[in-house]
């Protein structure tokens, strides 16, 4: 392994470096909405059947204990060397904490909040979407965050099998004993990642407008009289 840095290796293959970021990025966040869309109707069923929720929590965590390197082998017959390889699996992964965040941050929801929105004439549809939810927003964002960050560095171990991505900067640097592109796959790996945390910190602070008015922990939510919740 050579240990001389290479700044020319750098600037010359900008086009590169900035192809294999984007496909990382979009293999990262592909599985978080996907993880996302399913583990909210999930979780709030199992909020509504109890019942539900210990089977679900023990099959996603047996399919989270997969190693992934594993799991891309297996669908390789399924879905070929293809992005969905890496994203299948990523996307059974978020689900393992998403499904568990909704959960806490719905059962998370005062009960005196709840029983005064069923009060003021609330639906309970209504209620999930204005009250719940909104209070549940900081847990669920809490589990996203941990899951785009865990994506953006398993997406590097698709680049074994293949797939592209910044992890193919490591298998190149490995092959030719040359270590550039491992630093700057390391760096790129590390930045994506605290920049994607950064925006959803952000999101959630813009979601939940109420914490920054008065220390209020949960949103306000009026009826035609005036009375809030």
């Known amino acids: ?35 996302l869309l399913i583990a909210l109707p999930l979780g709030i069923l199992c909020v509504q059947m109890p019942r539900l929720y210990a089977p679900v929590l023990a099959l996603t965590s047996f399919f989270y204990a997969l ?5 891309f082998v297996v669908l390789i017959d399924y879905t070929g060397f293809t992005g969905w390889t890496v994203i299948v699996p990523l996307t059974i992964y978020t689900l393992s904490v998403l499904v568990r965040n909704v959960v806490d941050g719905l059962r998370s929801v005062p009960e005196h909040v709840s029983q005064a929105a069923t009060a003021m004439g609330f639906s309970g549809l209504r209620r999930l979407l204005e009250v719940d939810l909104p209070i549940a927003i900081p847990v669920v964002v809490a589990g996203l965050r941990v899951a785009t960050v865990s994506n953006i560095s398993l997406v590097s171990v698709g680049s074994l099998i293949g797939i592209s991505g910044l992890g193919q900067l490591f298998v190149d640097g490995i092959q030719r004993s040359f270590i550039t592109p491992i630093i700057v796959g390391i760096v790129l790996t590390v930045v994506l990642a605290v920049l994607a945390d950064a925006i959803l910190v952000g999101l959630q602070w813009l979601l939940t407008p109420w914490t920054r008015t008065g ?14 919740v």
């Open 1 to 35: 392994m050579t240990w001389d840095w290479r700044w020319d290796w750098v600037t010359s293959h900008f086009g590169l470096l900035g192809d294999l970021l984007g496909q990382h990025l979009w293999l990262s966040v592909v599985p978080v909405v996907l993880g």
């Open 67 to 71: 190693p992934s390197l594993a799991l």
């Open 215 to 228: 220390g209020s922990t949960k949103p306000v939510s009026s009826d035609p009289a005036g009375a809030a």
